[in-house]
């Protein structure tokens, strides 16, 4: 898919008809458009969702027509918001728009009533013709499917959610929605219900216990549905309430009297994250230590009392303790004792050389009783290493949670400081910003509660469907429906493993490209990694072969969520092109819309982000506010960026509004 040019007419605060030509050129193919916070640069990447799905990521989604337009109209006449999009896909030159009407009812309405909707998708066929899309909705989610809009249109301030401790299931969203396995999905669907009738059949004409059974397994299949939305809604509560996080902590960023407080916060934090990475590695390093030598105390008694066993049987000469076997042999067969008197077969002392070698017993004995004392000898030392190396751990431990206990002190005073401040409404920031990480605790805290529910049910589960599989029936109508619930289940779960299977395959190819990228652009020896779990974490090595989880700065959690976003756009387009198989993964060549990717990185990395922006996808469009359009970005991007506007904000007595204006000048 390829922009070409972007209308936009009376769209929220876009006033009148404003226009965005993207870049085509492959050695330029950047667009900039320069916004002030405000200005409508989140307004500008609504577009796309509006057009493509008729929908909104913004306060009041459901005001649409401008409020200048709607104030210059008289009353009962009609303002039209209009987006048009003309743009390239697979070859074939398409131009979509989604127009709504509004009738003004009244002098002072601002808002109108939507009157008339139309939705249009004209297309240029092999000849040259202009044919219209008789169904215009379903063509667009098919070039650029639903699914996909978060990867692709995005802000760049908050895609570090990725790599959050509770990211795993962003990032695996992320990865199933680029796959786009349709096929497999509905095939799971379908069986599930599949299963479900039969279910019903065996519910109808089977005996009581069948029918109890199976009814107690549809309650709690049932239940687990009603946990898993109820999670899915908690987790999207969480993400909202992160979101606004974010931005609430940029605003006090930005405002004089509050910055330093700020930046020193998120310097603490880094800190505390730091000890609390440590804190984490010393608890795994407890643990392991005490999963290898933690016996070792309980052992002891056992030891002392055979280490006693033993000496006791070398003073009764049951065991040797310096005569060997093998010493007595030797002098034997040379016929010599070692005072110098012969040996000869019968004689006396030849008699008593030989009772030596009963008393000194088997070689077997020797070595087993010599490797015995050893090893209880070790093993006493291991103790002693162990409670040493316990004691260490547990000093580090409690140095790192007092450095954590100082430095949360530190924060707390900082929180105080800036709810006191009266200035531009910091303090009520402040307050906002402590109600929020509340709300992220307890949303936090529900979502691990219904995820444990949802296991144990889970295992409940399990057993019912085991007692079902045994349960006795005569009834063969029941009987026929248990099979072929059983076989359908049995293509789910089938399935369900292959696409798992894609999935990984999937994982792993977008875990050697995050890392590419990110290394790439990082300037310290980390390296980026998607874990079994789906987990984006940032590592180090430790040694020859430990790997150990780094804190992550809010720039590195950014860089390493763009180097993700941008691995998925490379995978989409291989995939595309590749030769391979592709009936389950046909990929696409998509462009990428970023709002505000610089906001948390320090000169250098927005240096190397901009760097590497143009790699990233056949086209990229950068939407910047003028305090990120640094010297470090510029420098990168002002000379390869083919297009650039500025959103021109107006704010007048009655409403506020935006022109899009092209310019070649440096912000």
Request: aromatic residues 6%.
């Amino acid at each position: 898919m390829e922009l070409k040019r972007l209308e936009v007419e009376n769209f929220r605060q876009f006033y009148g008809t404003q226009e965005v030509s993207f870049s085509l050129e492959e050695s330029n193919n950047v667009t900039v458009v320069h916004g002030d916070n405000g200005a409508g640069k989140t307004t500008l990447l609504n577009t796309f969702l509006w057009l493509f799905y008729n929908e909104l990521t913004l306060p009041q989604p459901d005001k649409i027509a401008t409020e200048r337009a709607l104030d210059e109209a008289s009353v009962n006449s009609r303002v039209p918001a209009r987006v048009k999009l003309e743009f390239k896909d697979q070859g074939r030159q398409y131009t979509a728009e989604r127009k709504q009407v509004f009738q003004k009812r009244s002098q002072t309405d601002l808002s109108g009533v939507q009157v008339d909707e139309d939705l249009t998708l004209e297309y240029i066929d092999e000849r040259g013709n202009h044919k219209q899309r008789n169904n215009p909705k379903s063509a667009l989610k098919r070039i650029l499917p639903q699914r996909l809009r978060e990867i692709f249109f995005f802000d760049g301030e908050t895609i570090s959610e990725l790599t959050a401790d509770d990211g795993q299931e962003k990032v695996q969203s992320a990865i199933r929605n680029i796959m786009g396995l349709e096929i497999l999905e509905r095939a799971i669907r379908h069986l599930d219900a599949v299963e479900g009738r039969f279910e019903d059949t065996m519910d109808e004409y089977g005996s009581n216990e069948l029918s109890d059974l199976v009814s107690k397994k549809q309650d709690i299949k049932s239940k687990i549905d009603s946990l898993e939305n109820e999670r899915e809604n908690l987790q999207q509560s969480r993400t909202e309430t992160e979101r606004e996080l974010t931005q609430t902590e940029e605003r006090l960023s930005e405002l004089e009297d509050s910055r330093e407080l700020q930046e020193e916060r998120d310097r603490l934090r880094t800190n505390l994250d730091n000890i609390d990475t440590d804190i984490e590695n010393i608890d795994d390093e407890t643990g392991s230590v005490i999963s290898d030598s933690g016996h070792l105390p309980f052992a002891m008694p056992a030891v002392e009392e055979t280490a006693r066993m033993l000496q006791e049987k070398r003073r009764k000469g049951e065991i040797p303790s310096e005569i060997k076997t093998q010493f007595v042999e030797d002098l034997l067969d040379i016929e010599e004792c070692i005072c110098g008197r012969p040996l000869h077969h019968g004689s006396g002392a030849r008699e008593e050389v030989s009772q030596w070698r009963e008393r000194a017993g088997s070689t077997e004995l020797e070595e087993a009783a010599m490797n015995i004392v050893g090893r209880l000898s070790e093993i006493g030392e291991r103790q002693t290493d162990l409670y040493d190396d316990i004691d260490e751990l547990l000093a580090e431990r409690s140095a790192k949670r007092d450095r954590k206990q100082k430095l949360q002190e530190q924060l707390d005073e900082i929180s105080e400081t800036l709810s006191e401040i009266e200035t531009e409404d910091i303090g009520k920031l402040e307050e906002r910003r402590q109600d929020l990480k509340s709300d992220i605790e307890e949303l936090s805290k529900s979502i691990g509660g219904v995820e444990r529910e949802i296991n144990d049910r889970e295992e409940t589960l399990s057993e019912i469907e085991e007692d079902i599989s045994d349960a006795r029936e005569e009834n063969e109508v029941a009987n026929q429906a248990r099979r072929r619930a059983r076989t359908a289940g049995y293509l789910r779960d089938q399935i369900d493993a292959l696409f798992k299977k894609y999935q990984d395959k999937v994982r792993k190819s977008v875990n050697d490209k995050v890392n590419q990228t990110f290394q790439s652009i990082i300037e310290k020896e980390y390296y980026a990694q998607i874990s079994d779990e789906y987990a984006l974490r940032i590592l180090k090595d430790v040694g020859d072969t430990e790997q150990e989880l780094v804190a992550k700065s809010t720039g590195e959690r950014q860089v390493a969520s763009l180097s993700f976003i941008a691995s998925l756009v490379s995978l989409a387009k291989n995939q595309y092109e590749s030769d391979q198989d592709t009936t389950y993964f046909t990929g696409g060549i998509y462009p990428m819309l970023m709002d505000s990717p610089f906001g948390y990185l320090d000169p250098t990395y927005q240096r190397r982000v901009s760097q590497k922006l143009p790699e990233m996808a056949e086209q990229v469009v950068v939407l910047v506010t003028e305090s990120q359009w640094s010297d470090a970005v510029a420098g990168e991007l002002a000379d390869i960026a083919g297009q650039r506007y500025k959103l021109q904000y107006h704010d007048e007595q009655k409403y506020e509004y935006t022109e899009i204006v092209p310019t070649g000048e440096t912000y």
